[in-house]
Nanobody, 116 residues
Framework: QVQLVESGGELVQPGGSLKLSCVAS????????MSWVRQAPGKRFEWVSS????????GYVNSVKGRFTISRDNTKNTVYLEMKSLKSEDTAVYYC?????????RGQGTQVTVSS
């Protein structure tokens, strides 16, 4: 069965950095685009970033461009989201998802809290 297990979220101060990981299993990882989406309290799911089958094919929501970097390691069935210069508005539960966008199967999420 499909499993997506996110990790790496924690409490961090504004301006800090985190690297999230998502280990996938149960499907052909290398043949699928992967995404990170987030949901802040009381808000809808927001697409953050996606990476295609080829690592050079990436996309980001404008609010994280230049601060977040998505990558993948097909040998480990893992997708990453490196986050720098974190802001309070980045506080949310972050989920990885199969495919490009918010609609794909998601994991259980990892909490990122940006606060001093």
């Amino acid at each position: 069965q499909v499993q997506l297990v996110e990790s790496g979220g924690e409490l961090v101060q504004p301006g800090g950095s985190l690297k999230l990981s998502c280990v996938a299993s149960g499907f052909d990882f290398r043949s699928n685009a992967m995404s990170w989406v987030r949901q802040a309290p009381g808000k809808r799911f927001e697409w953050v970033s996606s990476i295609g089958v080829y690592e050079s094919d990436t996309g980001y929501v404008n609010s994280v461009k230049g601060r977040f970097t998505i990558s993948r390691d097909n040998t480990k069935n893992t997708v990453y989201l490196e986050m720098k210069s974190l802001k309070s508005e980045d506080t949310a539960v972050y989920y990885c998802a199969i495919g490009w966008g918010v609609a794909g199967t998601r994991g259980q999420g990892t909490q990122v809290t940006v606060s001093s």
